[in-house]
């Protein structure tokens, strides 16, 4: 039986802009089919920061000109990156495996990951989307939509929105039968589209799901035999950047609890990725974690760079 991979894929395999998307996605392509030419059952999950920060910004600037269209709710925004950047990811691997004479299917799942309305991170929104406002601006849009809106580094001020733990993954049977049927699956876009349960049924909430909490979230529902974080660095490194780096070829649980403790990675990068393994390998029995960079990834799984964490 195929060994099955979960991959999280980083900003840099996907890039800025739908055209730099676009060039970036045929490399992204091509490692996913190096690791399906040695035999791996893979399964993609993807961030979309820039992109949904785009489609956002796109309805904003259009609601407040004359006649244009209505504001576009955030969970909404999530769903059209989800489906274009799907494309674009199928496009490319259907291209690529079509070049390598693999028969596959290529499949992207719109995805719904399920959030408690009583995680604390609703109290403290933290996850900044949008364009800048003057002070005045923001209070009047805070006015009129209720919208918390933090000052960002001198530059303005920026709407905020949650940024919960992925509770479950309602889609998650629908991806397990894909899976089995050995097509490749693209889903937790983004982290998903962040939904609560009310009444018996789903409603989708202004949120961010973090997509690397969000992957590891799904290798534990699917039982993979590891979570690839693929990101821009080849290796987990203490004292990043300053003399004393040092790179770590593999870490324990306990050690990488250490190491985040000593405060060795950075809150924005580093740091929910090296949780987000933590978090699986806790979960999954004698399963592992890998984080390298996305050139680097069929090298890695041969053990010849990254870093593994393991119990």
């Excluded at 269209?69 to 674009?88: K, N």
């Excluded at 596959?104 to 609703?122: G, L, S």
Aim: charged share 25%; aromatic share 6%.
């Amino acid at each position: 039986m195929a060994k099955r991979l979960v991959i999280a894929l980083g900003g840099n395999a996907l890039g800025n802009t739908p055209v730099q998307q676009l060039e970036l996605v045929k490399k992204t392509a091509s490692t996913i089919c190096d690791l399906i030419e040695e035999g791996y059952d893979v399964v993609v999950g993807h961030g979309n920061g820039p992109q949904v920060g785009m489609v956002n910004l796109a309805f904003e600037n259009s609601h407040n000109k004359v006649g244009g269209t209505p504001q576009m709710p955030f969970p909404e925004c999530g769903a059209m990156t989800q489906g274009y950047i799907g494309y674009h990811l199928q496009q490319s691997i259907g291209k690529e495996l079509r070049k390598r004479g693999l028969k596959k299917a290529v499949a992207t799942i719109i995805t719904q990951v399920e959030v408690d309305p009583a995680d604390p991170a609703f109290e403290n929104p933290t996850k900044p989307i949008g364009s800048f406002y003057s002070k005045e601006e923001a209070d009047q849009i805070v006015k009129e939509t209720g919208y918390t809106f933090v000052e960002d580094a001198g530059r303005g001020y920026r709407r905020v929105v949650p940024s919960p733990e992925p509770v479950s993954i309602v889609e998650i049977d629908t991806v397990e039968k894909l899976v089995s049927e050995g097509t490749i699956v693209i889903t937790v876009g983004g982290g998903g589209i962040p939904v609560i349960a009310k009444d018996g049924y789903y409603e989708g909430v202004a949120a961010v799901i973090d997509k690397d909490r969000a992957s590891a979230r799904l290798a534990q529902d699917l039982k993979a035999d590891m979570l690839v974080i693929l990101t821009a660095v080849d290796k987990v490194s203490l004292n990043f950047n300053k003399p004393e780096q040092v790179d770590l070829d593999k870490m324990s649980v306990a050690e990488a609890k250490s190491y985040i403790a000593q405060g060795h990675f950075a809150k924005g990068s580093m740091l929910p990725k090296v949780e987000s393994c933590i978090k699986y390998v806790e979960s999954a029995g004698n399963s592992k974690a890998l984080i390298t960079s996305l050139e680097k990834a069929k090298d890695a799984l041969k053990g010849k760079t990254g870093t593994i964490i393991c119990k």
